[in-house]
């Protein structure tokens, strides 16, 4: 049985992504800040669990550690997954201040959970880190993508930049875990006001990144493959 944490699962691509992984089987820890636990256990037969988790607050983390032990007592795959996009104002209008929640939440986030379940994650099989990037923290896809290219938008594809670089020296630090960056491309969900493919298409990555146990470590993926940083 594959054990797996998702942050920021209450919707969209969250939701969706662990309701896959537990049609397959997983036990599937669903995060977020405010879980609908009505639903436990499934009528449906699978084994997705809500669980309460804020990526900005250090006791509310500490806190979902200490209910994943006391349930299961390992994690094969944390899946950092949540995220905000941050303002859209003109870049000439965009203050330090805008990006100080973006980075709490889109990287000071990831850091704050993996910190804290890393220990259950090394008690795992073959224990997967999954950090939910986009292509618009890609410096390549930023210049060459006709996706990107017209599109100026400051902290958030700052964020994910930043993400990547961190799941980069993840992967380095921690050769026990393997390390991959996913890019679910535009996806319609509330967060693109519904412009791009499917939530079914953009949590393909996803998926797969959080089954593979073959690797290699440090890579960033998108449905189709290797993509550039």
Not at 92 to 118: I, M
Not at 135 to 160: E, N, V, W
Request: hydrophobic share 40%; with cysteine; glycine share 10%.
């Amino acid at each position: 049985m594959t054990i797996v944490l998702i942050t920021g699962a209450s919707r969209g691509l969250g939701a969706r992504t662990a309701q896959r992984l537990a049609g397959q089987g997983c036990t599937v820890f669903a995060a977020s800040r405010k879980p609908d636990r009505s639903g436990r256990p499934s009528s449906s037969g699978l084994d997705m669990r809500p669980i309460g988790l804020d990526v900005v607050d250090d006791d509310s983390v500490a806190a979902a550690v200490r209910e994943v032990e006391e349930a299961v007592g390992s994690l094969d795959v944390l899946v950092n997954n949540a995220g905000i996009p941050g303002t859209w104002a003109p870049a000439e209008q965009v203050q330090p201040a805008d990006f100080a929640h973006v980075l709490a939440t889109n990287l000071l986030g990831p850091v704050r959970v993996t910190q804290a379940f890393l220990p259950l994650l090394r008690r795992g099989h073959r224990p997967r880190l999954v950090m939910v990037s986009s292509g618009m923290g890609s410096l390549t896809l930023q210049s060459s993508d006709d996706t990107y290219r017209d599109i100026a938008h400051l902290p958030y594809p700052a964020s994910k930049a930043a993400l990547n670089m961190l799941a980069v020296q993840y992967a380095k630090a921690l050769p026990d875990v393997l390390v991959t960056a996913v890019d679910p491309g535009l996806t319609a969900t509330e967060f693109t006001d519904n412009a791009g493919h499917s939530v079914e298409e953009g949590s393909d990555v996803i998926v797969s990144a959080a089954l593979d146990t073959a690797g290699p470590t440090g890579r960033f993926m998108d449905r189709h493959g290797s993509t550039p940083w």
